[in-house]
């Protein structure tokens, strides 16, 4: 390789190393820590309230992030000269990109969507005016009883985000698994 193609190689390797460290630890923080934090700071209602606009911002930079994982690698390690490693590898980030852009255009539309319907339902009913988390989940439960509306939006809620969970934990093992192949490899990168 000449020293202009060696350097263009090098400037894209950091590249994707700086798009998958980033999204790794999005994932981590978001998924780990920010949703503990703020479950104990917050009301029920002003945490999802939080989580309806933090969701949707998270899983569109993750979308993107795994894209350019993604197309980045592939055009590092073009699949006629790949071996059977580099080829398993560009198939994870290629489930990646999948679970990723199904996550965000799907199951977390839809968790965001049923939050906002909840938040109404809880507008209408007063019960967003309750502050301490002991008090409103009293609250809730009540609502849950005699609203069937709002106790059906309750589960598809748990189920929508149960399946959004499950996709960003598929994306963290990917994820995981690239970086661990990123470190096996960093001799061969010349970093």
Request: hydrophobic share 45%; net charge negative.
């Amino acid at each position: 390789m000449s020293d202009l193609e060696d350097s263009a190689h090098t400037r894209a390797t950091v590249l994707h190393l700086i798009f998958l460290s980033m999204f790794l630890g999005m994932q981590i923080w978001y998924t780990f820590f920010s949703s503990f934090v703020l479950s104990s700071c917050l009301n029920r209602h002003m945490y999802g309230y939080v989580q309806s606009e933090l969701l949707p911002f998270y899983l569109h930079t993750g979308s993107v992030c795994s894209f350019a994982n993604f197309t980045i690698f592939a055009v590092l390690h073009p699949h006629i000269q790949a071996d059977d490693r580099e080829t398993f590898q560009i198939f994870i980030f290629f489930v990646c990109v999948m679970i990723a852009a199904v996550n965000s255009h799907y199951f977390g539309a839809m968790t965001a969507e049923t939050m906002a319907d909840m938040h109404r339902i809880e507008r209408f009913c007063s019960v967003d005016k309750s502050i301490l988390l002991s008090t409103s989940m009293e609250a809730y439960d009540k609502l849950c009883e005699s609203h069937s509306e709002y106790r059906k939006l309750g589960y598809q809620l748990w189920w929508y985000h149960w399946l959004s969970s499950f996709c960003n934990l598929c994306c963290i093992i990917c994820n995981g698994f690239s970086v661990f192949y990123m470190t096996q490899n960093l001799h061969i990168l010349g970093l």
